[in-house]
């Protein structure tokens, strides 16, 4: 809890390292849930629903699309 209440930087860095490792900690309870059942179930489907929306928040993944591309306007190189 004491690093809750530090510098602006201590809750980047908190951020940084908790969001990845908690969207590890549900894929790998939704595998589980999966393994178990031995097939997709409604909650393991909601667990990596989470985690992609958790991976998504991170610093280091990159966008992967959704985005249009700009319309190219005529007589720019």
Do not use: D, K, N, W
């Amino acid at each position: 809890m004491s690093m809750l209440r530090g510098s602006p930087l201590r809750h980047r860095i908190l951020f940084v390292l908790a969001v990845p490792l908690g969207a590890g900690l549900l894929s790998a309870l939704g595998h589980l849930v999966q393994r178990r059942h031995g097939r997709p179930t409604s909650v393991s489907e909601s667990l990596f629903a989470i985690a992609s929306r958790l991976r998504r928040r991170t610093l280091f993944t990159r966008p992967t699309g959704g985005h249009p591309q700009a319309p190219e306007t005529p007589g720019q190189p």
